[in-house]
């Protein structure tokens, strides 16, 4: 349940890339404990906007302030110190290779804790099991379990340090409908059992339909749309109606 603060705030975001301007003025606001989906066209920036967010690629103009601290304004401590209180799964989910699941979802423990090993080892248990993960998938190579798997396995690594803020790019890209729908289940816990803000990048229709909060909407530089589904549906736009024709009816 969202308490009414917001905890992401993005305000009038400008992205040039030479001539290109991608983003125009991008501003929204997210709530603590809301579940947010941006969405968009192929070329709107969706991906971009998220990197800007967390500190990855610096905008054009604009700011992004993430519990209460700028991002771009922000030294190398504080900002530090703020990537301790949010996590991220990429696309492909970004696992290290030559780790165990087990080790991949230990290292923001080990760089950024001093607890000790059977506390880490303890806590790599928990947050494997929270992502919905058998106890035996921590020895397993990331190269040894499904595409299911490996999204719980890079979700475990990212809410080990207890995040107050998610961001996912993608999260149910390449998954079958089952499984996607499995793992929509997994975030939308995250958010109504942990009170974690997530905010996530998708194409995924039925994710939108099922589990999500709000929808923000880009589109021609700007925000197109902000809301509920049933209020995004609604909108005049030529590139909404098709976006949602498939499925015009919310649950």
């Known amino acids: 349940m969202s308490d009414g603060a917001a905890v992401i705030e993005v305000d009038g975001i ?3 890339f030479g001539a290109q301007t991608v983003h125009d003025g991008v501003s929204f606001a997210v709530e603590r404990g809301t ?3 941006l969405i968009g066209g192929s070329g709107t920036g969706k991906s971009v906007l998220l990197r800007e967010m967390i500190g990855l690629l610096r905008p054009t103009a604009g700011h ?3 519990l209460g ?3 771009w304004a922000a030294g190398d401590a504080e900002l530090g110190a703020l990537r301790q209180r949010f996590g991220m799964m990429f696309q492909d989910g970004a696992l290290f290779s030559s780790l165990t699941v087990a080790q991949n979802v230990a290292v923001p423990l080990r760089e950024h804790t001093e607890l000790a090993p059977a506390t880490i080892d303890d806590l790599v248990a928990l947050r494997l099991r929270q992502a919905g993960l058998p106890p035996e998938a921590g020895a397993k190579m990331p190269s040894e379990l499904s595409g299911g798997m490996r999204k719980r396995a890079a979700i475990a690594r990212a809410i080990a340090l207890e995040p107050e803020i998610l961001f996912l ?3 149910t890209s390449g998954l079958d409908p089952i499984t996607a729908r499995g793992f929509d289940r997994l975030v939308r816990s995250l958010v109504d059992d942990l009170g974690v803000t997530v905010f996530l990048v998708t194409h ?6 099922t589990v999500v909060d709000r929808v923000v909407v880009l589109a021609r530089g700007r925000v197109l749309a902000d809301g509920a589904v049933r209020d995004v549906i609604a909108v005049d736009d030529a590139w909404v109606s098709e976006y949602f024709s498939v499925r015009t009816m919310v649950d």
Request: charged share 35%.
């Open 169 to 171: 790019d993608e999260p």
């Open 35 to 37: 579940l947010v989906a």
């Open 204 to 209: 995924d229709l039925d994710t939108l339909l």
């Open 14 to 16: 400008v992205t040039r």
């Open 69 to 71: 601290t700028d991002v």
């Open 64 to 66: 992004v302030r993430l």
